[in-house]
């Protein structure tokens, strides 16, 4: 499978800051929580220390250990490190929505462009498959909402840097260059090519840049990917593997199906399961095609299945759908779940009724995650596989909180409260 078999047609994404949801308006109280001042307040608080910095920032919030407050911080070639840019965008693109207290519009974009300079750097790397996430969170919202060209230039050369590591045989983009765990350890690229569900979340990246500059080429191999991630990493039943790992030398053939941070092989690690359904659901959002939207409902319906309301009181998502009971959260992965189902009911409102399911899931981090350190969740679980080389739950990360305030960003557009922000018309 080869990006020249796949054509993909470029199309404006839906607009879905103009849907108008008011018949399936979600209740105030749980809304009104999740767009509380307690957590603008508190991401500001991070954020706006660059207004009193001469320097941009070349260190990025990462994640709090268990019980501590603080976060550990990386620097800009780690794959989290572009989540922290991004929530400072949030916060902007919320500014334009709706007042917020904090801080005036201008001192946001301000702090959002000075977060993300020290990324720009990695536009060029082609060792990584996370482009995606370091790129997209800023440079394409500084494009969206100012037309700063030299924004829209990163992600172009980001996208092309990403392109790079296509698979004209495997129909993939190579993920990792290996994979360890102290049952297995995969090292030898000639051998095995490892794609992680993970993957599908970059996509966007692809996509944007080919809506920008007419390179159709990137669209097919973004197409061409998802066609094979969906043929070979979702199950019958729609749960999803982790990892599939491919033969490079002969087209079609996989080699293995892993777990590297789930319960098992078999099992459906939750965050993978929430990669799965926001990413099909934004490869629908470029490309129109029926099979990735019915693909990403039917992913997200399994996800529905099987969260945790057995207390009657809570709607809890675990780190593995199938790890032993009671166990560690993932609210990671109910933050980014979150955001894609309302991703989905903003672009099929009429085959998509999620809100009260989001809203349930929301109700639930905000009274039993909301951390009183410097990040703003708590209770994710970053990997807990037995066999894991290191184990970490039951701490903060940055991507939670970027998916939970992204979240909040959708339902003040399913509520109609937002005007059109993006200087022209393009993904926002």
Request: aromatic share 10%; charged share 20%; hydrophobic share 40%.
């Amino acid at each position: 499978m080869t990006p020249s078999a796949t054509t993909t047609n470029i199309a404006s994404p839906v607009d879905t800051k103009k849907i108008d949801d008011v018949a399936r308006k979600p209740p105030k109280d749980v809304t009104e929580t999740v767009l509380s001042n307690l957590y603008v307040e508190r991401a500001w608080k991070l954020a706006s220390k660059v207004l009193t910095r001469q320097d941009a920032p070349d260190l990025f919030p990462h994640f709090t250990f268990p019980g501590l407050s603080y976060y550990t911080w990386n620097d800009s070639t780690f794959w989290t490190s572009g989540f922290f840019p991004g929530i400072v965008w949030l916060l902007y693109e919320r500014s334009l929505m709706t007042p917020l207290s904090v801080a005036p519009s201008k001192d946001l974009l301000l702090a959002a462009q000075k977060w993300q300079i020290e990324m720009a750097k990695e536009q060029f790397k082609t060792d990584n498959h996370d482009l995606g996430f370091m790129i997209m969170p800023s440079f394409s919202r500084d494009y969206d909402l100012t037309g700063n060209r030299a924004s829209l230039d990163v992600v172009v050369n980001a996208a092309r840097s990403l392109a790079s590591r296509f698979s004209h045989t495997t129909g993939t983009i190579r993920s990792w260059a290996g994979a360890r765990t102290k049952l297995y350890n995969i090292d030898d690229q000639d051998v095995d090519f490892v794609v992680v569900i993970d993957s599908m979340m970059n996509l966007d990246l692809l996509y944007y840049a080919a809506h920008h500059t007419g390179d159709k080429s990137l669209a097919d191999i973004a197409t061409t990917h998802a066609t094979t991630t969906l043929a070979n990493h979702i199950r019958p039943n729609y749960s999803s593997y982790h990892l599939v790992s491919y033969d490079p030398n002969r087209q079609g053939v996989v080699r293995h199906r892993l777990t590297n941070q789930g319960y098992a092989n078999e099992s459906t690690w939750a965050r993978g399961q929430a990669w799965a359904l926001y990413g099909f659901a934004a490869v629908y959002q470029w490309t129109k095609d029926e099979k990735f939207l019915d693909a990403a409902i039917e992913i997200a319906n399994y996800f529905l299945s099987r969260v945790d309301e057995s207390n009657g009181v809570d709607t809890i998502v675990y780190w593995d759908f199938d790890a032993p009971r009671p166990g560690v959260w993932d609210v990671s992965a109910a933050a980014c779940a979150s955001s894609g189902l309302l991703l989905l009911q903003q672009l099929a409102p009429d085959r998509c009724n999620y809100l009260e399911s989001v809203l349930r899931i929301l109700d639930t981090v905000t009274a039993r995650a909301t951390s009183k350190g410097d990040c703003l969740l708590e209770r994710s679980t970053s990997n807990d596989h037995e066999h894991a080389l290191h184990r970490l739950t039951e701490h903060g990360v940055v991507y939670a909180d970027y998916y939970f305030l992204e979240a909040g960003n959708r339902l003040l557009q399913l509520q109609g409260k937002q005007r059109n922000i993006s200087h022209e018309d393009g993904r926002s």
